[in-house]
Nanobody, 119 residues
Framework: QVQLVESGGGLVQTGGSLRLSCAAS????????INWFRQAPGKEREFVAA????????NYADSVKGRFTISRDSAKNTMYLQMDSLTPEDTATYYC????????????WGQGTQVTVSS
């Protein structure tokens, strides 16, 4: 089992920044990728960014490219999502999710952290 705990959400004004954290514990050796998703009220969950657990390869949704940066601290088993130039359209609950190697599915999810961007 893998446990994921997000933190770092909050209220910020348009143009501001936030850094979200996703701390992983448990059988982290079973993880291949950490993904960030978000879901706004009344909308479907959408992919935001992803990074290989071993480091290196990253991927971003077009809507956040150039504004968000995903990174990792292997010593802390923690992934980060640096969010800059935030707009009200970024308001959502943000979740991190881990892709398990054996299943190829996003089997592990955190509880989510709320990001609210005021205009």
């Amino acid at each position: 089992q893998v446990q994921l705990v997000e933190s770092g959400g909050g209220l910020v004004q348009t143009g501001g920044s936030l850094r979200l954290s996703c701390a992983a514990s448990g059988r982290t050796s079973s993880i291949t990728t950490i993904n960030w998703f978000r879901q706004a009220p009344g909308k479907e969950r959408e992919f935001v960014a992803a990074i290989r657990w071993s480091g290196g390869s990253t991927n971003y949704a077009d809507s956040v490219k150039g504004r968000f940066t995903i990174s990792r601290d292997s010593a802390k088993n923690t992934m980060y999502l640096q969010m800059d130039s935030l707009t009200p359209e970024d308001t959502a609950t943000y979740y991190c999710a881990a892709l398990r190697a054996s299943s190829g599915r996003l089997d592990y999810w955190g509880q989510g952290t709320q990001v609210t961007v005021s205009s």
